[in-house]
């Protein structure tokens, strides 16, 4: 439904390009020079490993293609991104699940540092690795009033690693995020504006993504050699952490994975869902 959306509305431009793989779809202004990326994996966009692999070679794709700007957003009724696929961490494989954490730290990097300005669309519920999705973009748009948005890992039992808090604490500020994370809280749209964790709320999807395109079209007089530069300065903390640790990161969270407790927090949260 979006994808037609976006693409009716980009067709009165001169040119778009359109490219579809199953769980992904992308399309480019050539006039405006914006891509949108959608998210279409049912029924909840869970991050697993091949969409995660998706994900990252679609931002590859963008760097080659020097778009402009980027919006990310969904196809799904009520789902912007469940977060990292819950089903993968029930009685996990170490390897494949190694697998996933390494494509999720490099694909976050790719997201967090792009040499475009991007703009998350969030039309549906985003906890988690969604909510992390969304904070790594430069700018949020989330559609309200009855959608949620948060880090809830420590309500499966399980830390959101270092990076996803840092990511936190660079949108809302230390003390808010320290709250936030404990406490696994999601946010309402309108609660989410309130705390700086998105920047507007709108009622409707085709708002969202005019606002979106709105907020690019501020860099069209901004140099993008300045704005990558300025960017880079503002995260390279986080992202030099994870740089620095990445292997420690990984081993922290395959062991801890790993552990009858959390093992047991993770089937009690699975069977919750289930309910
Ligand atoms: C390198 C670092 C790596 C890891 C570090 C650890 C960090 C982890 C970060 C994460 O992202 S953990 C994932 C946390 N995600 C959640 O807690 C989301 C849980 N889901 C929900 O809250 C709800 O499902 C929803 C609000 C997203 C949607 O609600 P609703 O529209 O009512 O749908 P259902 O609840 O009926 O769900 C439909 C279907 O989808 C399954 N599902 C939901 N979320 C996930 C998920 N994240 N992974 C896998 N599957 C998920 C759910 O069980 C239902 O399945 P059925 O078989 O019952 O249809």
């Not at 069209?220 to 704005?227: D, L, N, T, V």
């Amino acid at each position: 439904m979006l994808r037609r959306y976006i693409l009716n509305k980009t067709n009165t431009f001169i040119n778009y390009r359109y490219a579809s793989q199953s769980m992904l779809q992308s399309t480019i202004d050539d006039k405006l020079g914006i891509a949108t990326l959608v998210m279409n994996k049912p029924p909840v966009n869970s991050l697993n490993l091949e969409f995660l692999e998706e994900i990252k070679s679609q931002l590859t794709q963008f760097k080659n293609d020097k778009i402009r700007g980027m919006i990310l957003t969904s196809d799904l009724q009520k789902i912007f991104c469940a977060g990292l696929d819950i089903t993968e961490f029930s009685n996990p494989n170490p390897e494949r699940l190694s697998k996933i954490c390494t494509t999720f730290q490099d694909t976050w990097l790719a997201l967090y540092l792009t040499q475009f300005p991007t703009v998350a669309v969030i039309n549906g519920h985003s906890p988690a690795g969604g909510c992390l999705l969304a904070m790594s973009c430069d700018y949020r748009v989330m559609v309200g009033p009855n959608y949620t948005i948060g880090l809830n890992e420590t309500k499966l039992g399980i830390v959101a690693p270092k990076w996803f808090q840092d990511c936190m604490v660079a949108v809302i500020g230390q003390r808010k995020a320290e709250v936030s994370l404990t406490t696994g809280k999601m946010y309402t749209t309108d609660q989410a504006l309130q705390i700086g964790l998105v920047d507007e709320s709108v009622p409707d999807v085709d708002n969202a993504i005019n606002k979106g395109i709105q907020f690019l079209n501020n860099f069209q007089k901004i140099s993008p050699w300045a704005y990558k530069m300025t960017k880079d300065i503002r995260r390279q903390p986080t992202v030099q952490w994870l740089i620095d640790n990445k292997q420690k990161d990984l081993d922290f969270v395959v062991k801890s994975m790993m552990s009858p407790n959390v093992q047991k927090s993770i089937g009690l949260y699975l069977q919750s869902l289930k309910k």
